[in-house]
């Protein structure tokens, strides 16, 4: 298990540019481990159309809460996304870190290393009974997601206690799930697979939880 400190943007597409002058500064992080930057794509799912993705999301990797807390602290390293002129026509911002669970896949090589492509989702709400949400979809859910075609990783992230100072809006979505695939092809090609289906049915068993 790893924290990872999410953040999402909503803006101007992000340029070649920024997304270099982005890997530079994250990079840097003292006590960071793995750094992605997600910039806007489009696809279809079946079930699911909620408008226009942001156009960027970061996930910042730490194997311990005190690096996290020292690099989103009043001086931490982190604090230098803040900058407007970093990530130039933002509108809005939010943050949170999580705990991260990475589960098995048939087959987690990609096809071109260093490419893909990945499809984020948050549940925003609130379960009624949220060790009830948690157990059933932890234990149900990736075993599903595993036999996507074509998935070479699958993460669910779940909500922490954490201090934090960056001057970012700070979400408390209770999961976050990320599934990962070779190209836009291939999430297109899984989402609209009858495991796409099975997924679905599953929702239908969830504990109750709103948003």
């Known amino acids: 298990m790893r924290l990872c400190w999410f953040a999402t943007f909503r803006g101007a597409p992000v340029t070649d540019i920024t997304r270099a002058a982005l890997a530079r500064v994250l990079r ?44 989103a602290g009043k001086s931490g390293h982190l604090q ?11 509108a809005a911002a939010t943050q949170q870190a999580m705990l991260a669970r990475f589960f098995p896949t048939p087959d987690p090589r990609f096809a071109t290393p260093g490419a893909a492509c990945t499809y984020l989702v948050a549940y925003e709400g609130h379960a009624q009974d949220l060790n009830a949400w ?13 036999r996507f075609p074509g998935i070479r990783q699958i993460e669910i992230c779940t909500r922490i206690d ?4 960056l001057p970012f809006e700070r979400v408390a ?13 291939a999430l297109a090609a899984a989402l609209n697979s009858p495991v796409r289906h099975e997924m679905r049915a599953d929702f239908a068993n969830f504990p109750p939880f709103t948003g």
């Open 162 to 165: 954490w201090i934090g100072h």
């Open 173 to 185: 979505h209770m999961q976050r799930n990320k599934v990962v695939f070779d190209d836009q092809a």
């Open 134 to 146: 948690l157990d059933h979809y932890i234990a149900s859910h990736p075993p599903i997601m595993a």
């Open 28 to 71: 840097a992080t003292p006590g960071a481990g793995e750094i992605l930057i997600h910039t806007s794509a489009s696809t279809h799912d079946p079930y699911l159309d909620d408008g226009p993705p942001p156009s960027l999301a970061l996930q910042v990797y730490f194997d311990d809460i005190a690096a996290l807390e020292s690099a």
């Open 80 to 90: 230098a996304l803040a900058d407007p002129a970093l990530i130039p026509g933002i």
